[in-house]
């Protein structure tokens, strides 16, 4: 019976490790920046502004759809984020459509107007900033290259810039997104995270929204999945959504298969597949932006925050992004907490999410290890109880004939 209580204290002990184990950030070689997307102007808006102004985010990544009022000025919008995080973050803008010009009518301001009053500051980029841009952090010895897209907007300004932005396979944003990614991957750059307003996979309102126009074409999910991107940060849905680890995906289809790490423990293998998250949370009404576990592309996720689950809370989500991994923790205004890594693997954390993601033999082990432990000790106190405990080595002889 022994062996039974060896074997529940080696799973006890698998499954408490620290992570801190497998992912360090060190401070002289790591950097951390915020991201999320609908933002608003308003008190909850003003509340996620104060605490990133105090969280030490290096830069802070706007993910589209900004301030939801129209007749309120781009420039005012930009005065408010500016009067509670200061001048000197790096707030880099991507829009969403609600300042393309197109698919609200009339806009909520225009990116072109938006990207004056809240310039780049992150240093040197390359392609059109607001629209479709990417740079290396930090600027020497990087380690991660931002790649910003905006697949399935329709970019009509009053300069005349008039463009869909289309992500269809073969495509030249396409093109660009795909050789993007391998000109980091030739540079030895550590991490690729991808960035866009609009959603693919979700579980929330939306379907997939990326493609030829309002259909359903999701040759760009695929693509950063095929090309093994590390991270893809998105908006668009009012909620909090984090994905499992995928190495393909078809939307509106849950496939098993596509899953290498369900995330449960929110421990990512490095290389394994894509993390998705869905982060709309930022200031802007979440009213009816609840999540549909029911549909296939809920099976897809890990953790959710929304109306129908875990409830309303406004905020971001920080990530720390070192040579070793990229760390992650929500910051919202209520008790709903999330964090996950994505790092580097090893023999013990193999073993630690092997029994994190076959929860039912974890369970039956742990219950045999109890029933056993409980019946060893029975077993043993009726024996005493009895007198029939053997002698051990070094008793003294009875002193009875």
Same mark, same amino acid.
């Given at each position: 019976?022994?062996? #039974?209580?060896?074997?529940?204290?080696?799973? &006890?002990?698998? &499954?408490?490790?620290?992570?801190?184990?497998?992912?360090?950030?060190?401070?002289?070689?790591?950097?951390?920046?915020?991201?999320?997307?609908?933002?608003?102007?308003?008190?909850?808006?003003?509340?996620?502004?104060? $605490?990133?102004?105090?969280?030490?985010?290096?830069?802070?990544?706007?993910?589209? %759809?900004?301030?939801? *009022?129209?007749?309120?000025?781009?420039?005012?919008?930009?005065?408010?984020?500016?009067?509670?995080?200061?001048?000197?973050?790096?707030?880099?803008?991507?829009?969403?459509?609600?300042?393309?010009?197109?698919?609200? *009518?009339?806009?909520?301001?225009?990116?072109?107007?938006?990207?004056?009053?809240?310039?780049?500051?992150?240093?040197?980029?390359?392609?059109?900033?607001? $629209?479709?841009?990417?740079?290396?952090?930090?600027?020497?010895?990087?380690?991660?290259?931002?790649?910003?897209?905006?697949?399935?907007?329709?970019?009509?300004?009053?300069?005349?810039?008039?463009?869909?932005?289309?992500?269809?396979?073969?495509?030249?944003?396409?093109?660009?997104?795909?050789?993007?990614?391998?000109?980091?991957?030739?540079?030895?750059?550590?991490?690729?995270?991808?960035?866009?307003?609009?959603?693919?996979?979700?579980?929330?309102?939306?379907?997939?929204?990326?493609?030829?126009?309002?259909? #359903?074409?999701?040759?760009?999910?695929? &693509? &950063?999945?095929?090309?093994?991107?590390?991270?893809?940060?998105?908006?668009? %849905?009012?909620?909090?959504?984090?994905?499992?680890?995928?190495?393909?995906?078809?939307?509106?289809?849950?496939?098993?298969?596509?899953?290498?790490?369900?995330?449960?423990?929110?421990?990512?293998?490095?290389?394994?597949?894509?993390?998705?998250?869905?982060?709309?949370?930022?200031?802007?009404?979440?009213?009816?932006?609840?999540?549909?576990?029911?549909?296939?592309?809920?099976?897809?996720?890990?953790?959710?925050?929304?109306?129908?689950?875990?409830?309303?809370?406004?905020?971001?989500?920080?990530?720390?992004?070192?040579?070793?991994?990229? *760390?992650?923790?929500?910051?919202?205004?209520?008790?709903?907490?999330?964090?996950?890594?994505?790092?580097?693997?090893? #023999?013990?954390?193999?073993?630690?999410?092997?029994?994190?993601?076959?929860?039912?033999?974890?369970?039956?082990?742990?219950?045999?290890?109890?029933?056993?432990?409980?019946?060893?000790?029975?077993?043993? *106190? $009726?024996? $005493?109880?009895?007198?029939?405990?053997?002698?051990?080595?070094?008793?003294?002889?009875?002193?009875?004939?």
């Amino acid at each position: 019976m022994k062996w #039974i209580f060896v074997l529940g204290l080696v799973v &006890l002990s698998v &499954l408490s490790l620290n992570d801190d184990n497998w992912v360090r950030a060190n401070a002289a070689t790591s950097f951390t920046f915020a991201a999320a997307g609908d933002f608003g102007q308003n008190a909850n808006t003003n509340a996620s502004l104060i $605490r990133l102004a105090a969280s030490g985010a290096s830069l802070f990544l706007a993910l589209g %759809d900004f301030s939801y *009022r129209n007749g309120s000025s781009e420039n005012h919008w930009c005065g408010i984020v500016r009067s509670h995080v200061g001048q000197n973050i790096p707030f880099e803008l991507l829009a969403g459509n609600h300042e393309d010009g197109e698919e609200i *009518r009339p806009p909520d301001g225009y990116i072109g107007n938006y990207t004056i009053c809240m310039p780049n500051q992150i240093g040197p980029i390359v392609g059109d900033y607001g $629209r479709e841009y990417y740079f290396d952090y930090p600027a020497v010895n990087p380690l991660a290259r931002f790649i910003l897209i905006s697949p399935g907007l329709n970019f009509s300004e009053p300069n005349g810039k008039s463009d869909f932005y289309n992500y269809d396979n073969g495509s030249s944003h396409y093109v660009w997104t795909a050789s993007t990614i391998d000109g980091a991957r030739s540079g030895s750059i550590p991490w690729v995270i991808v960035g866009m307003h609009k959603v693919c996979l979700s579980a929330g309102m939306f379907e997939c929204h990326i493609g030829a126009y309002l259909s #359903i074409r999701p040759d760009i999910i695929q &693509l &950063l999945i095929e090309k093994h991107v590390d991270l893809v940060l998105q908006g668009h %849905d009012h909620n909090y959504q984090r994905s499992k680890q995928l190495n393909c995906v078809t939307a509106e289809q849950f496939q098993n298969s596509c899953v290498v790490n369900s995330g449960s423990d929110g421990f990512y293998n490095r290389g394994a597949g894509t993390v998705f998250v869905v982060d709309g949370t930022f200031g802007a009404s979440q009213d009816g932006f609840d999540v549909h576990l029911s549909e296939p592309d809920a099976e897809y996720f890990a953790k959710f925050m929304a109306p129908n689950v875990n409830g309303v809370e406004y905020g971001f989500v920080k990530y720390t992004v070192s040579t070793d991994g990229i *760390r992650a923790q929500t910051n919202f205004d209520g008790s709903f907490q999330d964090s996950f890594q994505i790092g580097n693997s090893g #023999i013990l954390r193999t073993v630690q999410q092997f029994f994190y993601d076959n929860y039912m033999l974890t369970g039956a082990i742990v219950l045999v290890v109890m029933v056993g432990t409980l019946t060893i000790f029975l077993f043993t *106190r $009726r024996k $005493r109880h009895n007198g029939k405990v053997p002698k051990q080595a070094g008793d003294l002889p009875s002193s009875q004939p």
